[in-house]
Each structure stands twice: as structure tokens, then as C-alpha cells.
């Protein structure tokens, strides 16, 4: 019933007709609030993406034997694909239905977030950064009306606002809170890599005291070198360990917000064909 009235509110109010106020008072949809997280989620990645990666860019250089040009491909793979591909996301989301076309986008996006973790070689993260671009456009476009057709029209505005202003806030907690999750992972797998390593105490203290840095942290003086390579080798493990745990964690959510689009988000290809004209 709610899928059949929402289009005619519009242009109730044009006419001016008696029926306009009993439409108005049509309750929003339970679900709405759940498609406005699912939504939040989705449009958060697109933020989140764009930092996580630039963080971990002169290890993985390091750690991946990347040439600066190939670094550079590992950030503009993810951009180009993501505006170059923006409208034909929108496009589809019109022709197949913007819950079925999300849930793909985002679906997409988590698979290559875990390829992206797993990558062994530079070239295989810069195909994971091209996919993750591709998901991420055709999951942008159809967020706007996933919104606002989850609830009544006299909400649309604020709730709309509202997920642009919280995906926002997201991609500058972003910062902060997977920082923190990267510190905890690598300096837990510092600690167990430098246990496996003949090391003095002084040495291991030295390290464990500056496990803020990350791949900042001083060598040590007075060790050969080749213990010096291995606490190198050790760092910089450890720091890519950190980047693909952030990587899975998107992942998750990605999957999370897929989930909750299949699950409440209205397809509008069958909208459409249901509506009177």
C-alpha cells in the first residue's frame, strides 16, 4: 500500500486535494531506520577507503617491492573506477532496482577489501583497489533514494542530510579508530616477532618503548647487521599485518550493509511495475 501512495503525494499537494493530509499521516516504514544504518555503512566506506590506504602506502611499498609509479596506481585505481563509473551505478540502480544493485555494489566492495588484505604481490592489490573502485560506484548512486524512499516525503530532506553528514563524521573517525586498531595489531605482532628473534633486553625494551611510531620506530644501536634487517623485516610484517586487518574489518562491514539492504531496502523495479499510472 505505502509503495503505491509515495508517488502520489507530490502531486497531491499540487492540486490540493482532501486526500493530501490522510497521506501525510501514513506512517514511515519500521524498516527505516535500519535502511538509513544500511545506507550510513555503505556511504562510509567511500570515505573510509579513501584514507586507509595512504596511511600503509610506504610500507606496503617496502614490504610489496613497489616502484613509486606502482604506489601511485594503488590510490588512483580505486578513484578513477569509483567517478569514471558513478552514473552507469546510477543508471543500473533505475533499470534492475537500487536494493538489488547496492547489495551487489557493496557485495563487490567486501570482496575486494579481502583481496586487498590478502594481496601477496603489487599488481594483485592494484586489481583488488580497481574492483573495490567498480563496487563502490555502483553502491554510491543508489544511496540518496534508498533513503528517501524508506520514509515518508515530509522526512526525506533531514533523513537524507543526516546519512551525508554521519558517512562524513565516519571518514574522520576513521582516522582515529583504525589507527588505533592498526597500533593494537601491530604491536602485537611486533611482540610476537621479536620474541622469535636473539635479541639483548635492552634491545627488545628499546623496541617495545616506541611501538607508537610504527614505522617510525629507531633501530636500536650496537646490533650487526643482520639483526638489524631482521628487526626491519619484523616492522614492516607487522605494519602490513595491521593494514589487512583494517582491510577485513571493511570487509565485514560491507558484507554487514549488503545484509541489511537485501533485507529492507524496497526494490524499485518491482515498485514500478506495480504502481498505477
Known amino acids: ?28 516504514p ?23 590506504v595512504n596511511v600503509a602506502l610506504p610500507v606496503l611499498q ?40 547496492f547489495a551487489i555494489g557493496v557485495s563487490l566492495f567486501a570482496v575486494a577489501s579481502t583481496l586487498c588484505g590478502l594481496a601477496p604481490t603489487i599488481v594483485l592489490l592494484i586489481i583488488a583497489r580497481a574492483i573495490q573502485g567498480i563496487g563502490m560506484a555502483v553502491t554510491v548512486a543508489p544511496l540518496t533514494t534508498a533513503v528517501m524512499g524508506a520514509v515518508n516525503t515530509q522526512h526525506a530532506g533531514g533523513v537524507s542530510g543526516v546519512n551525508n553528514a554521519v558517512s562524513r ?16 595489531v601491530f604491536s602485537s605482532s611486533l611482540d610476537s616477532h621479536l620474541a622469535r628473534l636473539s635479541l639483548p633486553s635492552v634491545a627488545r625494551t628499546v623496541l617495545i618503548a616506541q611501538q607508537s611510531k610504527l614505522v617510525g620506530i629507531a633501530l636500536p644501536t650496537g646490533l650487526n647487521h643482520a639483526a638489524q634487517a631482521a ?5 614492516a610484517e607487522s605494519f602490513v599485518t595491521g593494514f589487512r586487518v583494517v582491510m577485513l574489518i571493511t570487509a565485514g562491514l560491507a558484507l554487514a550493509s549488503a545484509l541489511s539492504a537485501l533485507l529492507l531496502i524496497e526494490d524499485t523495479s518491482r515498485t514500478s511495475d506495480t504502481t498505477p499510472s
Open 169 to 184: 563524521a565516519m571518514g574522520l573517525l576513521a582516522i582515529a579508530v583504525q589507527g588505533l586498531v592498526v597500533l593494537a
Open 1 to 28: 500500500m505505502t509503495d503505491t501512495i509515495k508517488p502520489l503525494i507530490e502531486e497531491d499537494k499540487l492540486r490540493g486535494t482532501p486526500e493530501t493530509s490522510a497521506i501525510q499521516q501514513v506512517p514511515a
Open 231 to 235: 628487526i626491519q623485516q619484523a616492522i
Open 62 to 101: 617496502l614490504d610489496l617491492k613497489a616502484t613509486v609509479a606502482d604506489v601511485q596506481w594503488v590510490v588512483e585505481a580505486y578513484s578513477l573506477f569509483l567517478a569514471a563509473l558513478n552514473l552507469v551505478g546510477g543508471s543500473l540502480g533505475d533499470h534492475f532496482g537500487r536494493k538489488r544493485i
Open 30 to 52: 519500521q524498516s527505516g531506520v535500519w535502511v538509513l544504518i544500511a545506507t550510513i555503512l555503505g556511504s562510509s566506506m567511500a570515505f573510509i577507503d579513501g584514507t586507509v
